[in-house]
Protein backbone atom coordinates (compact mmCIF):
# COMPACT_ATOMS: atom_id res chain seq x y z
CA UNK A 1 0.00 0.00 0.00
CA UNK A 2 2.66 2.26 1.05
CA UNK A 3 5.70 2.66 -1.37
CA UNK A 4 7.88 4.91 0.51
CA UNK A 5 8.87 7.68 3.03
CA UNK A 6 9.14 10.38 0.62
CA UNK A 7 9.98 13.46 3.01
CA UNK A 8 10.13 15.69 6.03
CA UNK A 9 8.27 19.23 6.11
CA UNK A 10 10.43 21.22 8.87
CA UNK A 11 8.88 25.01 8.63
CA UNK A 12 11.63 27.92 9.91
CA UNK A 13 11.33 31.44 10.57
CA UNK A 14 14.68 32.10 8.59
CA UNK A 15 15.57 28.94 6.08
CA UNK A 16 19.87 30.18 5.87
CA UNK A 17 20.14 29.93 9.57
CA UNK A 18 18.36 26.73 9.98
CA UNK A 19 20.45 25.33 6.73
CA UNK A 20 23.64 26.29 8.50
CA UNK A 21 22.87 24.36 11.54
CA UNK A 22 21.99 21.07 9.42
CA UNK A 23 24.95 21.53 7.54
CA UNK A 24 27.43 22.30 10.72
CA UNK A 25 25.84 20.01 13.42
CA UNK A 26 24.52 17.27 10.75
CA UNK A 27 27.21 17.28 7.77
CA UNK A 28 24.10 17.68 5.84
CA UNK A 29 24.35 19.08 1.94
CA UNK A 30 21.53 21.83 1.85
CA UNK A 31 20.40 22.74 -1.55
CA UNK A 32 18.11 26.01 -1.86
CA UNK A 33 15.14 25.47 -4.33
CA UNK A 34 15.75 28.28 -7.01
CA UNK A 35 13.10 31.30 -6.81
CA UNK A 36 12.06 29.69 -3.41
CA UNK A 37 12.98 30.14 0.22
CA UNK A 38 13.18 26.27 0.41
CA UNK A 39 15.85 24.38 1.18
CA UNK A 40 16.20 20.76 0.72
CA UNK A 41 18.77 18.20 2.02
CA UNK A 42 18.45 14.89 0.40
CA UNK A 43 19.15 11.33 1.68
CA UNK A 44 18.87 7.88 -0.14
CA UNK A 45 15.59 9.20 -2.11
CA UNK A 46 13.80 11.13 0.55
CA UNK A 47 14.33 14.34 1.33
CA UNK A 48 14.22 17.00 4.54
CA UNK A 49 12.44 20.06 2.88
CA UNK A 50 13.40 23.55 4.96
CA UNK A 51 10.38 25.94 4.66
CA UNK A 52 9.85 29.14 5.45
CA UNK A 53 8.36 32.86 4.33
CA UNK A 54 4.81 33.51 3.57
CA UNK A 55 3.63 29.62 2.61
CA UNK A 56 4.76 28.77 6.65
CA UNK A 57 3.91 32.14 8.56
CA UNK A 58 0.69 30.59 9.71
CA UNK A 59 1.93 27.29 10.83
CA UNK A 60 5.00 28.99 12.80
CA UNK A 61 2.48 31.28 14.46
CA UNK A 62 0.10 28.57 15.15
CA UNK A 63 2.76 25.72 16.26
CA UNK A 64 6.16 27.06 16.00
CA UNK A 65 8.84 26.05 14.44
CA UNK A 66 10.06 22.36 13.66
CA UNK A 67 8.20 19.08 12.44
CA UNK A 68 5.25 20.49 10.06
CA UNK A 69 4.11 17.42 7.91
CA UNK A 70 5.28 13.86 6.55
CA UNK A 71 4.85 12.73 3.64
CA UNK A 72 4.15 9.20 2.42
CA UNK A 73 3.94 8.20 -1.43
CA UNK A 74 1.60 5.09 -2.08
CA UNK A 75 0.90 2.98 -5.15
CA UNK A 76 -2.68 4.05 -5.52
CA UNK A 77 -4.38 6.49 -2.84
CA UNK A 78 -7.81 5.33 -3.53
CA UNK A 79 -6.56 1.86 -2.20
CA UNK A 80 -5.36 4.01 0.89
CA UNK A 81 -8.41 5.64 1.27
CA UNK A 82 -10.26 2.02 1.30
CA UNK A 83 -8.16 0.78 4.07
CA UNK A 84 -8.26 3.66 6.46
CA UNK A 85 -11.92 4.06 5.94
CA UNK A 86 -12.19 0.25 6.82
CA UNK A 87 -10.11 1.07 9.74
CA UNK A 88 -12.36 3.44 10.89
CA UNK A 89 -9.71 6.26 10.23
CA UNK A 90 -10.95 9.84 8.76
CA UNK A 91 -9.17 11.34 6.07
CA UNK A 92 -9.58 14.38 4.08
CA UNK A 93 -11.01 13.40 0.09
CA UNK A 94 -8.12 13.58 -2.19
CA UNK A 95 -7.06 16.55 -3.42
CA UNK A 96 -4.51 17.40 -6.82
CA UNK A 97 -1.74 19.76 -6.30
CA UNK A 98 1.84 19.49 -8.36
CA UNK A 99 1.01 16.20 -10.39
CA UNK A 100 0.05 13.88 -7.03
CA UNK A 101 -3.45 12.67 -6.09
CA UNK A 102 -2.99 13.90 -2.11
CA UNK A 103 -5.03 12.42 1.01
CA UNK A 104 -4.55 14.14 4.64
CA UNK A 105 -4.88 11.76 7.29
CA UNK A 106 -6.69 13.47 10.26
CA UNK A 107 -4.56 14.59 12.94
CA UNK A 108 -5.76 12.82 15.82
CA UNK A 109 -5.33 9.29 13.76
CA UNK A 110 -1.50 10.09 13.27
CA UNK A 111 -0.46 11.62 16.93
CA UNK A 112 -1.24 15.54 15.76
CA UNK A 113 1.80 14.76 12.95
CA UNK A 114 0.43 16.33 9.25
CA UNK A 115 0.14 12.26 7.65
CA UNK A 116 0.10 13.24 3.59
CA UNK A 117 -0.02 9.96 1.37
CA UNK A 118 0.21 10.88 -2.42
CA UNK A 119 0.52 9.02 -5.79
CA UNK A 120 1.54 10.48 -9.05
CA UNK A 121 -1.75 9.09 -10.91
CA UNK A 122 -3.26 12.34 -11.97
Same mark, same amino acid.
Given at each position: ?11 ? +??? /? $??? &? ?9 ? #?? %? ?19 ? +??? /? $??? &????E ?5 ? #?? %? ?27 I ?20
Amino acid at each position: MIKRFDRLDVVT +AET /A $DTA &AVYERNFGFKV #LR %ASGSNDGIITIGDAEIRLRSG +AVV /A $DVI &ATSGEGLAAVW #LE %AEDVDQVATALRSAGIAFSPPHVEEGRRILEVDLKAANMVPLLIFDRRV
